[in-house]
Nanobody, 127 residues
Framework: VQLQASGGGLVQAGGSLTLSCGAS????????MGWYRQAPGKERELVAS???????NYTDPVKGRFTISRDNAKNTVYLQMNSLKPEDTAVYYC??????????????????????WGKGTEVTVSS
């Protein structure tokens, strides 16, 4: 199982970007999916999260500007970022609680739930 994020880049303040992150592999189900970010010299912080039934949570600095969504059929989570500010500059990481199939045979299915991280995608907002 792996998470693959994309969509980062350089944008001027006030602009928009959309990040996406798809999960692939032997997936049975996906629980909470989320986006974190880490700015230079700072700790990684939660930006937004979404449950499997689309309940969302946002950190205060992005409320009203960012929107998290997911497509369960595609095992993909998105982060629409509008009205970007220089302080949004960071490496953005996707995260997901994934129940994966470890093994199976004719009579049993073995699975485990693992917290996965994607490789970061860099977002730079110029003033």
């Amino acid at each position: 199982v792996q998470l693959q994020a994309s969509g980062g880049g350089l944008v001027q303040a006030g602009g928009s970007l959309t990040l996406s992150c798809g999960a692939s592999g032997r997936i049975l189900s996906i629980g909470v999916m989320g986006w974190y970010r880490q700015a230079p010299g700072k700790e990684r912080e939660l930006v937004a999260s979404i449950t499997s039934d689309d309940r969302t949570n946002y950190t205060d600095p992005v409320k009203g500007r960012f929107t998290i969504s997911r497509d369960n059929a595609k095992n993909t989570v998105y982060l629409q970022m509008n009205s970007l500010k220089p302080e949004d500059t960071a490496v953005y990481y996707c995260n997901a609680d994934i129940t994966r199939i470890d093994s199976h045979d004719d009579v049993s299915l073995h699975y485990s739930t693992v917290d996965y991280w994607g490789k970061g995608t860099e977002v730079t907002v110029s003033s």
